[in-house]
């Protein structure tokens, strides 16, 4: 481990001479590509520093107690050795953490897409559900959140809802969301109270900025129409929504809840940019995600990761057998026990992996 922390101190030395060159800031898409990785290796170096500090006194003390003849030194140096070496465990352990490696998509923002699968109105409605549990859980997170497009359901809920999530590390925790979600009850228009299976499908998209991602306007078919829905006085009176449509892939994006067309033209571009840097990632991360059962938000969306069911309020997540029995409070955002244990089991088999 001491050889893996040398090489990343002189790497993070490198990147120190980068930054000082002035050379670099006039190329800002570099400039910022050499700055975040400086960064992301500083509390690595610091946590290095502070270990080689530990070690050298920890060697200092064992080499007094061999040496020192006075029993008063003796005690001193044997009682500073226990506590030192207490020490040692944790920070081996949180050094460990820190060289696992980071997916540099983590701290971006997200895309979050919901649509209705199986099940007709009651899989619209329960699409509702997962809108509203991940919208509470960004309150509590302080992230910022913004609806994007939305396709109401006939009966409530949503056929379809594109929001974009703002906030610190945002992707690198909503990313395990992506998979198909799959609940259990009795839908309200059932009048023989059986228990029903519906299904919704969540996709979390890394947002990309212009520089991941380089679009030919060429490429672009825009259409406009009138929006539909909610929206206010312009509703249906202006032709104020607007898809796009990448022909090299074929990708649709709707937008129509911003109050103009250039609105949801910026809003419809995020959204395209996105989902064409995310079917880049998907191929480049298909292998790993064959290794990572925890890692379906890089893998097939097809997967089902998580059942609610409401009878026995019970919410299971498939991909680590985790069940618990809180389906309420989960329902109504409160999903961080779930996500902690998805990047743990995913942080264990990193760790694996690197031999940590």
Request: proline residues 3%; charged residues 30%; hydrophobic residues 35%.
């Amino acid at each position: 481990m001491l050889d893996k922390l040398e090489l990343i101190k002189m790497r993070w030395k490198d990147l120190e001479l980068k930054l000082s060159d002035p050379g670099l800031v006039s190329d800002m898409s570099q400039f910022k590509k050499v700055n975040k990785e400086y960064r992301d290796l500083e509390p690595v170096v610091e946590a290095y520093e502070k270990y080689k500090n530990l070690l050298s006194n920890i060697s200092f003390s064992r080499e007094m107690l061999n040496t020192e003849k006075d029993p008063e030194m003796r005690e001193m140096a044997k009682a500073e050795l226990d506590e030192l070496e207490a020490v040692l465990p944790g920070m081996e352990e949180e050094i460990r953490q820190l060289l696992i490696p980071k997916d540099p998509e983590d701290d971006k923002n997200c895309i979050l897409e919901i649509r209705a699968g199986t099940g007709g109105d009651e899989a619209s409605i329960f699409a509702g559900d997962l809108l509203r549990m991940y919208l509470k859980y960004c309150e509590n997170k302080g992230w910022r959140t913004t609806i994007m497009n939305q396709n109401p359901g006939t009966a409530g809920g949503f056929k379809e809802v594109v929001v974009e999530v703002e906030g610190e590390g945002v992707y690198g925790v909503l990313k395990y969301e992506s998979g198909v979600h799959r609940v259990q009850r009795v839908p309200e228009t059932e009048s023989q109270g059986r228990v029903h299976t519906s299904a919704a499908s969540v996709a979390v998209l890394p947002e990309a900025e212009e520089v991941d991602v380089d679009i030919n306007m060429g490429d672009i078919r825009r259409d406009v129409f009138r929006a539909s829905g909610a929206g206010g006085q312009h509703v249906n009176r202006t032709e104020s929504a607007v898809r796009v449509t990448h022909i090299p892939t074929g990708i649709v994006v709707e937008c129509q809840d911003g109050r103009s067309q250039i609105q949801n033209f910026e809003s419809a571009m995020k959204v395209l940019r996105s989902r064409i840097y995310e079917k880049a990632l998907a191929e480049h991360n298909e292998a790993i995600a064959k290794k990572r059962k925890t890692m379906v938000s890089t893998g097939d969306r097809s997967a089902k990761i998580r059942t609610y069911n409401y009878p026995q309020g019970r919410v299971t997540d498939h991909r680590v057998n985790l069940t618990l029995y809180n389906l309420d409070a989960i329902i109504n955002g409160d999903i961080q026990e779930i996500i902690d244990k998805l990047i743990f089991e995913e942080n264990a088999e990193k760790m694996k992996e690197g031999g940590l």
